[in-house]
C-alpha cells in the first residue's frame, strides 16, 4: 500500500503563484510515474501534469509555460510549481502515484485563484 500527501494549496491572487508537494510512503518502488490532476466544480477530473521517475514530463496544453512539475526520488515527492495563476485553475489538485500494476490517489488540496 502507498500512501499519498499534498500540500500547498491555499487562496491566490490572479497571476501569482503556489507550490504543491505529494510525499509518497510505504510500499515505494523505483519505477514509477506521480501524476497532478484538478477538477473544477461541475466538471470532470483532468491530467495536468506527470512525470516518470527518470524525469520525463508532460503537461495539458492549458498550463505549459506555466506549471513546472518536478520530483525527488530520494524523497518521494513530487512538486507541482504553478506560476502565472488564473481563476481558471481554480480546483481541488489531486496527486496520483503508478507503480505496477496499481495506482493511488491523494486526498486533494484546494487551490483557488481569485482577486
Known amino acids: 500500500q502507498v500512501q499519498l500527501v499534498e500540500s500547498g494549496g491555499g487562496l491566490v491572487q490572479p497571476g501569482g503563484s503556489l507550490r504543491l508537494s505529494c510525499a509518497a510512503s510505504?510500499?515505494?518502488?523505483?519505477?514509477?510515474?506521480m501524476a497532478w490532476y484538478r477538477q473544477a466544480p461541475e466538471k470532470q477530473r483532468e491530467l495536468v501534469a506527470s512525470?516518470?521517475?527518470?524525469?520525463?514530463?508532460k503537461y495539458v496544453d492549458s498550463v505549459k509555460g506555466r506549471f513546472t512539475i518536478s520530483g525527488d526520488n530520494a524523497k518521494n515527492t513530487v512538486y507541482l510549481q504553478m506560476n502565472s495563476l488564473k481563476p481558471e485553475d481554480t480546483a481541488v489538485y489531486y496527486c496520483?502515484?503508478?507503480?505496477?500494476?496499481?495506482?493511488?490517489w491523494g486526498q486533494g488540496t484546494q487551490v483557488t485563484v481569485s482577486s
Open positions: 510505504g510500499y515505494i518502488l523505483e519505477l514509477n510515474t
Open positions: 512525470i516518470t521517475n527518470v524525469g520525463s514530463a
Open positions: 496520483r502515484r503508478f507503480q505496477g500494476i496499481y495506482n493511488y
